[in-house]
């Protein structure tokens, strides 16, 4: 009987483990290049889970400006994640949110920019 019993114990313990190491699968460096209202935009997302809580910042390249955002309110829950940044746009703040999963070495994100727009985009890992 006991034998049984451990074979469950380290298999719930090996799923266990499988899923705190797919949620920091999200740890390193992202890319994506997409089309918006404003044309391209280049961005670079540097996330870093801790448990479900997910921090980092967005470097991004739009209409010839440069400029760098910390990630704002970014949760991990397994393969789900959602965070978001504040932009200044024209002397106004405009809350720009992410919600998506990441899919391989895939960030597949829904972009909503304010009530102004919403489109998907993607964010490959940077190896």
Request: charged share 35%.
């Amino acid at each position: 009987m006991k034998t049984p019993l451990r074979i469950i114990v380290s298999l719930l313990s090996a799923i266990a483990f499988t899923a705190l190491a797919r949620a920091a699968d999200i740890d390193g460096k992202w890319r994506a290049e997409f089309e918006s209202q404003i044309g391209q935009q280049k961005y670079v997302f540097e996330l870093k889970a801790d448990g479900e809580k997910l921090t980092g910042k967005a470097t991004y390249e739009r209409q010839n400006q440069k400029g760098e955002t910390e990630i704002q309110d970014g949760k991990i829950v397994k393969d789900e994640v959602s965070f978001a940044e504040t932009l200044k746009i024209q002397d106004r703040e405009i809350r720009i949110e992410y919600k998506g999963k990441i899919d391989g070495d895939e960030l597949k994100l829904h972009r909503k920019v304010g009530d102004l727009a919403e489109y998907d985009i993607v964010a490959k890992r940077v190896k």
